[in-house]
């Protein structure tokens, strides 16, 4: 942990958190310049760290009863323990200064080919089959240089026939190719309920030693955090793409029950050394059931890069062993395009005068295209303005504006908002590509909403840019924000969110209820909490409603900035 100033309970964040020992730990201890860090459990093992990293460095053998004293030579070089049973041994750790890891030896068996069976993809990298037997699994045969990449792509329930098609690259002698070394490094399970293959809200044990963006492995899948719970009584969310959980490295998604065992894993190349931490190392081949974009139903997709020259296999079967006549499918091998399209959601909106309305872009990204996109709204009619322009950022799929109409708006003319132009942007291979999405369609004013609302700094925290009046916070602390209403008519409770903050930054400190005003209450301070690896970035955030025809405030900008200059943030 990192321990605060006032080191008051709940202010101390954690810095890192590593599964050590098979049973409770009994002591530790620092070497004298704090490098290194000693510990002994229960399991009778003993464990030397970095302590920069918190790294495994050694493991040393069984120890013959609990070593219950722990303490680093003078010159570092050598660790006394001390052992329940009385005996005292010094060893020496001096020449410990990397993880010495263990390649990990792949035991998976090859596939039976039959090389008479074995099929040439066409001049177009393209193939057809048919799955006429239970069982049965066709095979086609490719070539690659090291390093080239190629998409493998099944056609089947796209055209309505009835194959639920499985595909694997393999090597020439049959041996599926490796592709990750996905190394556990903190246990967990699938709390409070099961989850289905598209769930993306999921609750785990000890979440809080958890991050944003780690990578979790459920039993064949691989998802990544998103968002940490809000609450209480919330689960974390998965990265989604078109409502469902994305999965990572082509894997499939799938059902999971409730106690099920999940694990925070780093990915490694194959053939690295991978120092034993006790937790288990799961290998991932180039395999995919389900796209991991979701994008084509039960059919198959994956990136595969070749791993050296040579002859490599495609083996396409059916996931539940099915066949007959029937059971088509289409095989496609092409080098990868990047591209990408953008959705606008929130098209011919009603906007009240004085108020906004919410605008989501959606970004699809086609062939693993994953730079930022960025999308402009240009010649607004007198009386419009929108958040512009937003950035969908690199990874992500979505952003959120906001059109805003003053107190005075009138609706445009057909003229004027068929003049509106929408337009994403991307770098893709160095070359700038330029996408037109239209217009806004047809902009309506509407009478004065039950609720106006609208975010302003809360400059006691000393987190305004008094060059622009601005929000600044610094990776790694919190500042604040004040949240206004103005009620004309809404007297009840009334509930709102925050809008296009930039990932790792949210709103922190919020209850079961949320970002809650009581009946009476016009205002509320919000605390605005920023990751400690969230990047240099400018965002234009606002607040909506929940329920009162979903009103939007006008946009705040937020920088968030690393140094001195915003020293006052708290």
Known sequence: ???????????????????????????????ADGTRLASSAEDGTVKLWDAESFGPLKTLPDQSDWVAGLTFSADGRGLWLGRLDGSLEKVDVGDVTAPRGETFVDAREPYDVDESAVADLDENGKATGTLEKPGEADFFRFELKAGERRVVETFAARKKWPTDTRVEVLHADGRPVLRRLLHAVRDSYITFRPIDSNTVDVRVKNWQEMELNQYLYLGGEVCRIFRMPEGPDSGFNFYKVNGKRRNYFDTSATIHAKDDPVYVVTPHEPGARIVDNGLPVFPLYFQNDDGGWRAAGRDSRLVFTAPTDGTYLIRVSDVRGQGSPNHRYELTVRPPKPDFGVSVGGKNPTVAAGSGRRMIFTANRIDDFGGPVEITVENLPPGFSAASPVTVQAGHVEARSVLYATPDAEAPTKEQWSAVRVTARATIDGKVVEKPLGDLGEIKVAKKPNVRLWLEPHEPAG????????????????????????????????????DNLPHGVIVADLGLNGITLLPGQTERVLFLQAADWVPETDRLMHAVSRGQGEQASPPLLLHVRRGAEVAGSN
Do not use: Y
Not at 6 to 30: K, L, Q, Y
Not at 486 to 498: I, Y
């Open 463 to 498: 987190n305004l840019d008094t060059g622009t009046g601005d929000i600044v916070v610094r990776p790694g602390t919190r500042t604040t924000v004040v949240l206004k209403i103005e009620r004309n008519g809404a007297n009840g409770p009334l509930r709102f969110d925050v």
């Open 1 to 31: 942990w990192e321990v605060t100033a006032g080191g008051r309970e709940g202010t101390n964040p954690m810095r890192f958190a590593r599964f050590a020992h098979d049973a409770a730990i009994v002591e530790v201890a620092f070497n």
